[in-house]
Nanobody, 121 residues
Framework: QVQLVESGGGLVQAGGSLRLSCAAS????????MGWYRQAPGKQRELVAA???????NYADSVKGRFTISRDNAKNTVYLQMNSLKPEDTAVYYC???????????????WGQGTQVTVSS
């Protein structure tokens, strides 16, 4: 069974940095695009950043220049380096994988359990 497990959230002051990690476990052959989403209280879940298996990236306008997404395909892990954090970045951050090649069949739309990021002013 495939699982996505996030780590690295926490409490940080405005202007600080955090690095999130998301590791996929199980018998995995490959993973297509992976991404980070976030959901603040009372708001819809939104895409923060995404990265393809080839390394192409895209970012929400609100985090461009501050956040960097990367991945290690050998470790089935995606990272989100968050710098210059703002109070409005406070949310639960979720990892997503759109397609995981595994046995007996591919798994689509996998989500992690979420990790809380709180930025104090």
């Amino acid at each position: 069974q495939v699982q996505l497990v996030e780590s690295g959230g926490g409490l940080v002051q405005a202007g600080g940095s955090l690095r999130l990690s998301c590791a996929a476990s199980g018998s995995i052959f490959s993973i297509n695009a992976m991404g980070w989403y976030r959901q603040a209280p009372g708001k819809q879940r939104e895409l923060v950043a995404a990265i393809t298996s080839g390394g192409s990236t895209n970012y929400a306008d609100s985090v461009k220049g501050r956040f960097t997404i990367s991945r290690d395909n050998a470790k089935n892990t995606v990272y989100l380096q968050m710098n210059s954090l703002k109070p409005e970045d406070t949310a639960v951050y979720y990892c997503n994988a759109d397609k995981i090649a595994t046995m007996p069949r591919p798994v689509f739309g996998s989500w992690g359990q979420g990790t809380q990021v709180t930025v104090s002013s």
